[in-house]
């Protein structure tokens, strides 16, 4: 994340209720406006923040000590969130503090002085590939946009991105003659992500035969998948979907869209793909991100061991 520069945002009237989250709220819009943080950033950091205030009641955060965030870690824990939750919520805690020391509000930043939860990496849930398979051709003719369902199973398997990435997909991002789409993920950033025979038959098919009719009720709208109002495909609604030919194939109710970002790696990875490459494509900022994909496919590392090893 781009280093904190200062930028004088001065709440008005200091009241002790509402002081905090007039702070919190100026902070926001410096990281929104000076950082230029992606919406989705922002509205976590808004999320943690909020819990935050809620703990802190009519307290000014500036006032607190160590011990007292220390008493706010213990409070999140009653509230039955996991390690790695906790562990989000104090990281936004510090970046608050981090704000009001370039503000002058506070001298000395008591929040750095908190460690963090100690968490367990967990190992994500991976689909089989005939179960993949399955999923992708779950979307039927019945269905009352079978294409763009099919087209969108199809984007997120074949590009690993993120539900927010494919729904802020425009068509200008999309590249078919060249096998690719331009993906924005976090941070701005972005990468090519190829994409496969499968998914470009989906996808053309779903252009030409149903996308027209989703944008009529809209003046050239620029996404790749719309709603039925001919709006962008929101996240929330990426996810409902999936959900529902998850059901209706009778998996695991716990697959989300992420678990085809988490397969897509996996499979990868798998068919021996290096792990650089599917950083890459991940768009992942540190490779140790990547690595936990080399946990998930036991297979893979039998078939090296016997591959190399002399007594294998």
């Known amino acids: 994340m781009r ?7 001065v709440p008005t009237a200091p009241s002790a209720g509402g002081q905090s989250q007039r702070w919190v709220q100026a902070c926001l819009d410096y990281l929104q406006t000076e950082c230029h ?6 509205a976590a950091y808004r999320r943690d923040l909020h819990r935050f205030c809620e703990w802190l009641g009519g307290r000014f955060a500036a006032r607190l000590t ?3 965030l220390s008493d706010y870690m213990g409070w999140l824990q009653t509230q039955k969130l996991a390690a790695t939750s906790i562990g989000r919520q104090m990281v936004a805690v510090k970046l608050f503090y981090r704000y009001l020391q370039l503000e002058g ?25 005939a179960l993949v398979d399955r999923l992708l051709a779950a979307p039927q003719p019945y269905d009352a946009y079978w294409r763009r369902d099919r087209a969108l199973l199809e984007l997120l398997y074949a590009t690993g991105c993120r539900a927010s990435e494919v729904s802020n997909l425009h068509l200008a991002d999309l590249h078919i003659d060249q096998h690719y789409c331009l993906a924005h993920g976090k941070g701005s950033k972005e990468r090519i992500t190829p994409l496969g025979s499968m998914a470009i ?14 944008a009529q009720s809209r003046n050239k709208p620029p996404w790749v998948l719309l709603s039925r109002g001919g709006r962008r495909l929101r996240r929330e609604a990426i996810w409902e979907l999936v959900k529902r030919y998850v059901r209706r194939i009778g998996a695991s109710p716990d ?22 490459q599917v950083q890459e494509l991940l768009g992942h900022a540190s490779i140790a991100t990547t690595q936990i994909y080399t946990h998930v496919d036991q ?5 090296v061991h016997r591959q190399f090893h002399p007594r294998a």
């Open 3 to 9: 280093a904190l520069k200062p930028k004088k945002i």
């Open 37 to 42: 943080l992606a919406a989705n950033t922002i």
């Open 66 to 68: 160590v011990r007292d």
């Open 105 to 129: 509000i506070v001298r000395d930043n008591p929040a750095e002085l908190l460690g963090m939860p100690k968490t367990w990496q967990r190992v994500p849930e991976v689909m089989s590939a």
């Open 201 to 214: 038959a989906a996808i053309s098919d779903y252009l030409k035969h149903e996308r027209p009719k989703l």
């Open 255 to 276: 697959i989300s869209p992420h678990t085809l970002r988490h397969s897509f790696a996996t499979h990868l990875l798998a068919g021996g793909a290096d792990l650089r």
């Open 299 to 303: 297979t893979r590392l039998k078939r």
